[in-house]
C-alpha cells in the first residue's frame, strides 16, 4: 500500500499551484510576444506588493471583491447560479446612498441604518429572482442577468435624475451622506501594528464587516443543521428533499442569503470612500465576485485567498500604468487564466481523486471476498 | 415541461389536454407558426398605432433599426442554439463576441469588410474552441467556464488593441481607427412592390408590407447572410445527419455513444461554431453598427441572445422571432427618441403590452377551465369502482395545476392593467423604458410559458465517456 496521506496533501496542493504556474507562464509568454520583459515586470509587482501602501490598496480591493464572492458563493453551495450580484448590489449601494443622505441621525445608527437598507435592498432584489425560480422554474442564471439589467439601467437610470444634487455637475450623484453616516478607517489600528504614519491611503472599515461576514458565512455553512442542509441540497438534491429539507424554501432563502451580503459589496464605497452614489459608481464587482468564488472553492478562507490574489493584481495594474513596463491590461488576462486554469485544475484533481476512491475501494473489496 | 408530455407515457384513455385550434397550430412548421405570430403582433401594432396618434410602430424606419438591432443578437442566439443542442451551455457568448469585435475590426482593417467577417467569425471560434476543451474535454462545469471566458474576452481584447490599435491613427487602448463596412443594397423587384403596397394605406396591409420593406430595402449583404443564417441552421440541424447526431449528444450523449455517434468531436464543432457565430455578432456590431472596435461596446447583447434562444425554445426560427421581439422596442427607441417626437411611440408600446398581457390573462383562464373540464371528464370516465395508482397520481397531477393556472391569470391581468394606467397616466415615455422594456419582456415571457419550454434534456451535464 502507498501513502495515501502523502498523495491526498499532494492532490490538495497541486490544483493552486498549477494554476499559479500556468498563469505564470502564459502571462509571461504573451509579455514576450508583445515585447515586454516578464521578469522584470513580476518583479516589479512584487516589489511594489511588499510596499505598505500597496498592501492597504489590496486590502481595500479585496474588501467588495471578498463580499461579492460570498454573496455568490451562497447560491454556488446549492447548485444556484446567481449571476445576478452585480444588480443587487448596485441597487442596493444606491437605495443606501439616497437613504443614507436624507436621514439625519446619531453617528453608528445613521451607518447602521445605511447598512441594513443596503442589506434589505439586496435581499429583496435577489428574492425576486428566488421567488420567479420556485413559483414559475424560471431559470435563476436567466431571470437574475435580467433583472441586472433591469436594476441598473432602468430603476437605478429611471431615478438617479430624480435624487441628484447639482445638475450641472460633470459627475451628477446623489448628495453626499453626512458625516455621521460615514465608516471610521482602521489606519489607527494599521498605525499600532507597523508604527508608521499612513498619508493618503485609508484602510476602509467594511473590512471589519467583511471578516465578519466570512466567519459567519463558515459557521453557518458548516457548523449549523441550514449549513448542512444547504450543502446537502447541493450535492445530492434529490437525496436532500427525501430526508425532509424543502427545496423550495432552501432555494428561497439561499438567494436571499446571497442578496443580504450582496447589498454590502458597494458599501466600502459609500461609507468610506465618496460617501454617495455617482454616475461613476465602480461597476463590474458581481462579475469579480464570482470568478473568485470560484477560484476560492466557496470556502471562506478560499475565497479571502482568492479575493486579495486579485486584489493585489488589480491594485499592480496602476503601478504598471505608470511604470511603461507592460501593459495594464495584462492583469485582467493573468486574472482570467488563473480562473479558467484553476477551475481545470480542481475538475482533474478530482478525477484522480475519485479514481483512487474506486481503487482503495475494489482494493477493500477484493480484501474482504 | 407541458403537462402533455407527462400524460403521454401512461396508459390512459384521455387524449393531450389541448384545444383543437392549439393542435392544428403546433402542426405547422416552425416558419409558418411564427409568421403567423408575427401577423396577429403586427395587427395589435396597426391597432394601437390607429388608437395613439402615432406613425412610428409600423414605419419602415423602425423595422430597418429594429433589423440592425437584431442582428447580432440572432446570431448570438442561433450560437447558443448550436451549443445547447449538443449539451454545452454557453454563457460565454458575451465574451465570444467582444473577440469577435476585436478580430472583426482587426480584420477588416487589414483585408476589407470580407476580411473582418470571416476574421470576427476565426476570433470567436477560437474563444469557442477554449470553452469546448475546458468543458468537453475536461468536463469543468459549463457555466464555470463561460463565466471565465466573459472575464478573460475583455481584458484580452483591450491587450491586443493596446499593442496593435494604440500605433495606428484614432486608434487608441479602448478603440480602432475606423473600419469601413458593407455597401448597402435595396432589394429590386421586392422593395418596390412592398413600397406600393406601403403607401395604399391600408389598414395592416400597408402596415406590414412598411415592416417587411425593412428587411430588404438598404440593407447590407452581411445582414442578408445573418438571416439566411435561420434557415440553413434549421436544415443543418434538423434535416442533416450531421445535425441528427449534434442534437443526439445535447439529448442523450450516452445513447449516441453506444451507437457510434463520435460525441466529443460533435461537441468540439458544435462549440467552434457557436462562439463563431457569437464572433459574427461582434463582427456585425463593428462593420454595421458602429464603424469600429470600442470597449464594452457589445452592452450584454449575448446575453439576451441566450434569452432570445430560449424564448424560441431551442429552435432557429424561434430564436429569430425573440431576436425581434427583443430588438423591436430598441429599434423604436432610436427612431422614436431623435428630434421632436421623443417617447410618444415608445409610450404606444405600453399599450401593446397591456393588450398582450390581457390576452395571456384570457388565455390562462380559458386554459384552465378547459384542463378543468378535461379532468372531470376523466375522473368520471376512471373512477369507476375503484381508484387505479394512475388515476391517483393523475388527481394529484391535477390539484398540483390547477392553483397556479388562475393565479397566472390574475397576475396578468394586474400587470396588464398596470401597463395600461401607465399608458392612460403619460403623454411620453421615459429614455430609460426602452432600455428595459426587453429585459422585462424576456420576464415576463419566462414567467408565464418557462413550463411549456423544453431545454435539451443532456444540456449543461458534463459528458464523460463510458459513463451512465
Not at chain 1, 187 to 216: D, P, S
Not at chain 2, 378 to 383: E, N
Request: hydrophobic share 55%.
Amino acid at each position: 500500500m502507498k501513502a495515501p496521506l502523502l498523495r491526498r496533501i499532494a492532490l490538495a496542493v497541486a490544483a493552486p499551484l498549477i494554476a499559479a504556474v500556468v498563469a505564470i507562464l502564459i502571462s509571461s509568454i504573451v509579455l514576450a510576444l508583445s515585447g515586454s520583459d516578464p521578469i522584470e515586470t513580476f518583479k516589479t509587482m512584487l516589489e511594489n506588493g511588499t510596499r505598505l501602501e500597496t498592501m492597504i490598496d489590496t486590502l481595500n480591493r479585496a474588501t467588495p471583491l471578498y463580499l461579492a464572492a460570498v454573496a455568490a458563493a451562497i447560491g454556488f453551495r446549492m447548485n444556484l447560479f446567481n449571476i445576478g450580484v452585480e444588480g443587487q448590489y448596485i441597487l442596493a449601494a444606491f437605495a443606501a446612498a439616497v437613504v443614507g443622505a436624507h436621514i439625519n441621525l446619531p453617528g453608528p445608527l445613521h451607518v447602521a441604518v445605511i447598512i441594513a437598507t443596503a442589506m434589505l435592498v439586496g435581499a429583496l432584489w435577489a428574492g425576486l429572482a428566488g421567488l420567479l425560480k420556485v413559483t414559475r422554474g424560471v431559470s435563476e442564471v436567466i431571470s437574475t442577468i435580467m433583472l441586472n439589467f433591469i436594476a441598473v439601467g432602468g430603476i437605478v437610470a429611471a431615478l438617479l435624475p430624480h435624487v441628484i444634487e447639482d445638475p450641472t455637475a460633470a459627475n451628477q450623484g446623489t448628495p453626499q451622506i453626512p458625516e455621521s453616516g460615514w465608516l471610521p478607517d482602521l489606519n489607527g489600528i494599521v498605525e499600532i501594528f507597523t508604527r508608521e504614519i499612513l498619508r493618503g491611503r485609508r484602510l476602509t472599515g467594511v473590512l471589519v464587516i467583511a471578516i465578519v461576514i466570512g466567519i459567519v458565512y463558515h459557521i453557518v455553512l458548516n457548523r449549523t443543521r441550514f449549513g448542512y442542509d444547504v450543502r446537502a441540497s447541493g450535492m445530492n438534491p434529490t437525496a436532500a428533499r427525501a430526508g425532509g429539507v424543502p427545496p423550495k424554501r432552501m432555494i428561497l432563502l439561499a438567494m436571499i442569503g446571497g442578496g443580504l451580503v450582496a447589498g454590502l459589496v458597494g458599501m466600502p464605497e459609500i461609507l468610506s470612500d465618496t460617501h454617495a452614489y455617482d454616475q461613476g459608481f465602480i461597476q463590474g464587482l458581481g462579475f469579480a465576485g464570482i470568478a473568485v468564488a470560484l477560484l476560492g472553492r466557496t470556502t471562506a478562507g478560499g475565497m479571502a485567498i482568492a479575493a486579495l490574489l486579485f486584489g493585489f493584481l488589480d491594485s499592480s495594474a496602476a503601478i504598471l500604468q505608470v511604470s511603461d513596463l507592460a501593459s495594464s491590461e495584462i492583469v485582467v488576462i493573468m486574472q482570467a487564466t488563473i480562473l479558467l486554469v484553476a477551475v481545470i485544475a480542481y475538475e482533474v484533481v478530482n478525477r484522480i481523486k475519485q479514481r483512487d476512491e474506486v481503487k482503495r475501494a475494489s482494493r477493500m473489496a477484493g480484501v474482504t471476498a | 415541461m407541458s403537462t402533455t408530455e407527462q400524460l403521454q407515457p401512461t396508459p390512459s384513455p384521455v387524449p393531450p389536454m389541448q384545444g383543437a385550434l392549439t393542435t392544428r397550430i403546433n402542426a405547422l412548421p416552425g416558419w409558418a407558426r411564427w409568421s403567423l405570430a408575427a401577423t396577429v403582433g403586427v395587427f395589435v401594432l396597426s391597432f394601437v398605432q390607429e388608437v395613439s396618434g402615432t406613425s412610428l410602430l409600423t414605419a419602415e424606419s423602425t423595422s430597418r433599426a429594429m433589423v440592425r438591432w437584431a442582428i447580432p443578437i440572432l446570431l448570438a442566439g442561433l450560437g447558443g442554439l448550436f451549443a445547447e443542442r449538443s449539451g454545452v451551455v454557453n454563457i460565454g457568448l458575451e465574451g465570444m463576441m467582444i473577440l469577435g469585435t476585436w478580430f472583426g475590426a482587426w480584420g477588416a482593417l487589414n483585408w476589407g469588410p470580407w476580411g473582418g467577417l470571416i476574421a470576427g467569425f476565426v476570433g470567436g471560434a477560437l474563444g469557442g474552441v477554449l470553452h469546448a476543451i475546458a468543458t468537453v474535454t475536461f468536463g469543468v462545469d459549463q457555466v464555470v467556464s463561460g463565466v471565465a471566458i466573459n472575464i478573460l474576452a475583455p481584458g484580452l481584447a483591450r491587450y491586443m488593441s493596446e499593442r496593435v490599435f494604440s500605433g495606428m491613427t484614432g486608434g487608441s487602448v479602448s478603440q480602432s481607427p475606423r473600419v469601413n463596412g458593407f455597401d448597402k443594397f435595396t432589394v429590386p423587384v421586392i422593395a418596390d412592390v412592398l413600397g406600393t403596397i406601403r403607401d395604399w394605406d391600408v389598414f395592416l396591409i400597408s402596415d406590414m408590407a412598411g415592416l417587411l420593406r425593412g428587411f430588404v430595402a438598404s440593407v447590407s449583404i452581411f445582414t442578408v447572410l445573418a438571416l439566411l443564417c435561420v434557415p440553413f441552421t434549421a436544415w443543418l440541424l434538423w434535416r442533416t445527419r450531421f445535425g441528427l447526431r449534434l442534437r443526439i449528444c445535447g439529448e442523450n450523449p450516452w445513447a449516441g455513444e453506444s451507437l457510434g455517434v463520435r460525441v466529443f468531436g460533435h461537441k468540439y464543432i458544435a462549440v467552434a461554431i457557436s462562439g463563431g457565430l457569437a464572433g459574427l455578432a461582434g463582427a456585425y456590431i463593428v462593420l454595421e453598427l458602429s464603424g469600429l472596435y470600442r470597449g464594452g461596446q457589445t452592452t450584454g447583447r449575448g446575453f439576451i441572445g441566450l434569452a432570445a434562444l430560449i424564448f424560441g425554445n431551442w429552435r432557429p426560427w424561434g430564436v429569430l422571432a425573440g431576436a425581434m421581439l427583443f430588438s423591436y422596442p430598441f429599434g423604436l427607441a432610436l427612431v422614436d427618441f431623435d428630434a421632436q417626437r421623443s417617447g410618444v411611440a415608445t409610450r404606444a408600446l405600453l399599450l401593446v403590452i397591456a393588450i398582450c398581457l390581457y390576452a395571456t390573462a384570457v388565455w390562462l383562464w380559458f386554459a384552465q377551465r378547459r384542463d378543468d373540464k378535461r379532468r372531470e371528464q376523466m375522473l368520471a370516465s376512471t373512477s369507476t369502482g375503484y381508484s387505479s395508482p394512475t388515476a391517483s397520481w393523475m388527481n394529484m397531477l391535477g390539484a398540483l395545476g390547477r392553483a397556479p393556472s388562475g393565479r397566472l391569470s390574475a397576475l396578468a391581468a394586474i400587470l396588464a392593467t398596470i401597463s395600461l394606467i401607465w399608458y392612460l397616466a403619460t403623454d411620453r415615455a421615459a429614455a430609460w423604458l426602452p432600455n428595459t422594456m426587453p429585459y422585462v419582456l424576456v420576464l415576463l415571457v419566462l414567467v408565464f410559458a418557462a413550463q411549456r419550454l423544453r431545454p435539451p434534456a443532456a444540456a449543461g451535464i458534463p459528458y464523460r465517456r463510458g459513463e451512465h
